[in-house]
């Protein structure tokens, strides 16, 4: 499957954005996704994760509350809304995809990777 990752931006903080990451080839509901980010300077870090079907999500405690992600298998996509936005969430974002039994915060068990979007979040 190829990912595809869009709609990051500036932004102020409190503020919100929504990223989408569109997938073409396999059958995407085949795939449970994540969501990624790597600030500066950073190792990458986990922020979200859903299951094939929607039915499960799982996120970091650092946006639980704030951040909300959700997938339309009949479009190919996958959302992560970012509310209350903070200057500490400015990183590039990540999409990935694995076909495995279950949906990971760990980013070695995906297999298919977007190309980022970068979210910078000014004070």
């Known amino acids: 499957v190829q990912l595809q990752a869009c709609g990051g931006g500036l932004v102020q903080a409190g503020g919100s954005l929504r990223l989408s990451c569109a997938a073409s080839g396999r059958t995407f509901s085949s795939y449970n996704m994540g969501w990624f980010r790597q600030a500066p300077g950073k190792e990458r870090e986990f922020v979200a994760a859903?299951?094939?079907?929607?039915?499960?999500?799982y996120y970091a405690d650092s946006v639980k509350g704030r951040f909300t992600i959700s997938r339309d298998n009949a479009k190919n996509t996958v959302y992560l809304q970012m509310n209350s936005l903070k200057p500490e969430d400015t990183a590039v974002y990540y999409c990935?995809?694995?076909?495995?039994?279950?949906?990971?915060?760990?980013?070695?068990?995906?297999?298919?990777w977007g190309q980022g979007t970068l979210v910078t979040v000014s004070s």
């Open positions: 990935a995809g694995n076909d495995r039994l279950s949906y990971s915060s760990y980013d070695r068990e995906y297999d298919y």
């Open positions: 859903i299951s094939r079907s929607g039915g499960s999500t």
